[in-house]
């Protein structure tokens, strides 16, 4: 058996459509800034792969901001907004407790060095916000939010967030959401989200690494992180990294994923583990979920553990969550979920994509009692 790659999550293969694109604009010369021939051929590419984005994700072209990743988008929007809100009296951001490390941070950087206050939006045990708690916020203390942060679907579990209410919830007050894990694997429209701005990254959507975008409303200006060239409406300074731009839109315009396949790849790896498997937990199970990420808890395991155990058996699946300093963290998003810490170690996320097929799943299934019995040795040993 050759390896299988169950970590479509955290990064998918590039589809070819991005490859042949991406590789023809990189021997091509021409800074999209420049006036000349040469240069106004690379701008005329870009604007065209901004048209492609912009259709895909439901917003005007000129709404789209190119960024280095998901996490640049991600800190641009919150920072951004946050000091927008700040210069009219209003110092509150608010987040889900879900968010992923690229919010997470940036909101405390925020508390420590900005004097922004942080409150969280608690989840339920299937890893859904609380929109009574998000009610009850806007209705008190409504005119100190700068910003409300809350992810499109959950990285670690895929839960699926109900961004529509919040926008409904929040009213005037500025919406972010991270859509880099829902682009093009549910149906996903700025324009009808209602959302001031909103995160997306290329790798995730098989385009290249280090290419994401910035959502943001044509109307709605924030203050910037890089300043130089005033490139992206002065809200991202720096050359267009126009041949990674084109690959994101080849990547974007390709059907190459089928969400139905997608999701009857994972249902039927579920059926295999609850067969053989009794115990293991699937978190999220009971809420709406993007077709290719599942989050199991092995219960007396240590999810470090078992990653290397996968990987000996040349499985690459993750842990889901940190490792800090060599040491392996238990996952904030299940401890928001109510799990103790000792589940919250002991969980794995499996992430499926389009290349993923049916005999990697029967593989998985098939050796995972072993690794979860040799996991259990270890973790009593
Ligand atoms: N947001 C979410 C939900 C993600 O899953 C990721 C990547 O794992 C990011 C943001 C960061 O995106 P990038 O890798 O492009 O920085």
């Not at 589809?15 to 240069?39: D, F, K, Y």
């Not at 978190?283 to 077709?291: C, H, K, M, V, W």
């Not at 392996?328 to 499926?352: I, P």
Request: charged share 20%.
């Amino acid at each position: 058996m050759s390896s299988i790659y169950l970590d479509h999550a955290a990064t998918t293969p590039m589809v070819e459509e991005a490859l042949i694109a991406m590789t023809a604009q990189l021997a091509r010369i021409g800074n999209p800034s420049s006036l000349h021939t040469h240069g106004r051929a690379t701008r005329k590419a870009l604007e065209d792969a901004r048209e492609i984005i912009a259709k895909e994700v439901g917003c005007l072209p000129s709404e789209v901001i190119f960024t280095a990743s998901g996490t640049e988008a991600n800190n641009t929007a919150l920072k951004g907004l946050y000091w927008k809100g700040r210069d009219n009296g209003r110092n509150v951001v608010v987040i889900s407790a879900i968010e992923h490390h690229a919010i997470l941070d940036p909101a405390h950087w925020l508390q420590e060095h900005e004097g922004a206050e942080v409150i969280l939006i608690p989840v339920n045990a299937e890893g859904v916000i609380d929109l009574e708690f998000l009610t009850q916020l806007v209705a008190t203390r409504g005119d100190e939010i700068a910003v409300i942060s809350v992810m499109h679907a959950n990285n670690e579990t895929g839960v699926i967030q109900p961004i529509g209410k919040v926008v409904e919830i929040a009213g005037e007050i500025p919406v972010h959401t991270d859509a880099v894990q829902s682009f093009k694997k549910i149906p996903l429209s700025f324009a009808d989200l209602g959302v001031y701005a909103m995160s997306l990254s290329a790798h995730k959507i098989g385009g290249p690494l280090g290419i994401g975008a910035l959502i943001l409303r044509r109307t709605v200006e924030i203050p910037a992180l890089l300043h130089g060239g005033g490139q992206e409406r002065e809200i991202r300074s720096g050359t267009l990294n126009a041949p990674s731009i084109v690959g994101f839109a080849a990547a974007a315009k390709s059907r190459y994923y089928d969400s139905a396949h997608v999701k009857a790849l994972r249902d039927s790896f579920i059926e295999g583990i609850a067969i053989n498997v009794p115990g293991a937990v699937i978190n999220g199970l009971q809420s709406d979920r993007l077709p290719g990420i599942i989050n199991v808890t092995f219960p007396g395991t240590q999810s470090d553990t078992l990653l290397l155990l996968m990987d000996g058996q040349k499985i690459s699946c993750s842990t889901g969550s940190a490792c800090s300093a060599g040491v392996h963290e238990a996952s904030h998003v299940l401890l928001a979920m109510g799990r103790t810490e000792a589940t919250a170690q002991s969980s794995l996320r499996f992430s499926f994509g389009a290349t993923s097929t049916y005999a990697d799943c029967d593989y998985v299934v098939s050796v995972l009692p072993d690794v979860i019995t040799k996991g259990r040795a270890a973790n009593f040993s």
